[in-house]
């Protein structure tokens, strides 16, 4: 069986989610966060301390979006577009969105406010560019959601999973208001829907 190594409010999530849409059964260890610092034997089972981690005979994988590519993949899923299909264009583009250009920013916000519960100097000045950079990347996901549910082919996909996370830290990181209409409604009809109700619960 796969095993699969989780820890909460981690990409992991986007990883155990495809697992329940695809109905494909893996073995969840779930680890203290983060597992660098408080699991450090974990350090013999992936040299960098962080997750996701699959581990599927000789196979293993740590980066999210390529575990849930190979799942996918294997498993024959609709949630990848095939290269033959007209929205696989589309299905890219938001695909990586969801890991590079929105994560980016949100990224360094969340270092920002790691730096700021340690008493940092000119952390607003900070805060207000990242959330600035933060707004312009949802304001292009906003445009893209008009007249649709899902980012492409009409169906979730592993770009939905991908912009899932990042817009989980969009709440996490009270930014919330940073959020327009359709945006949110797109959030919520995600969080809603049952494998992915699952998958927060293992993960």
């Known amino acids: 069986m796969m095993t699969v190594y989780s820890a909460p409010n981690t990409r992991a999530i986007r990883v155990i989610w495809v697992l329940e849409e695809i109905g494909a059964k893996a073995e969840i260890k779930s680890m203290p966060y983060p597992p660098r610092q408080r699991a450090p034997d974990y ?21 999210s979006m390529a575990i849930c590519d190979y799942l996918a993949t294997r498993h024959g899923s609709p949630l990848v577009v095939s290269p033959d299909d007209p929205e696989r264009p ?8 969801g890991e590079s250009t929105l994560m980016t920013p949100l990224s360094r ?13 000119e952390v607003e000045v900070l805060i207000a560019g990242a959330r600035d950079h933060v707004a312009a990347r949802l304001r292009m996901l906003e445009r893209h959601l008009e007249g649709r549910d ?20 969009v709440g996490m990181l009270g930014l919330d208001d940073l959020l327009e209409p359709r ?17 927060l619960a293992v993960s």
């Open 150 to 169: 899902f980012l492409a082919a009409g169906r979730l996909t592993l770009a939905d999973i991908s912009v899932s996370y990042p817009l989980h830290l």
């Open 43 to 63: 350090f013999a089972v992936n040299p960098t301390g962080m997750v996701p981690l699959l581990i599927d005979g000789e196979v293993r994988l740590s980066e």
């Open 183 to 199: 945006a949110a409604a797109y959030r919520e009809r995600l969080r809603a829907r049952p494998a992915y109700q699952r998958a």
């Open 90 to 97: 589309q299905f890219l583009q938001w695909l990586w969105y």
């Open 109 to 121: 916000l969340n270092i920002v406010r790691q730096v700021e519960r340690q008493g940092g100097a």
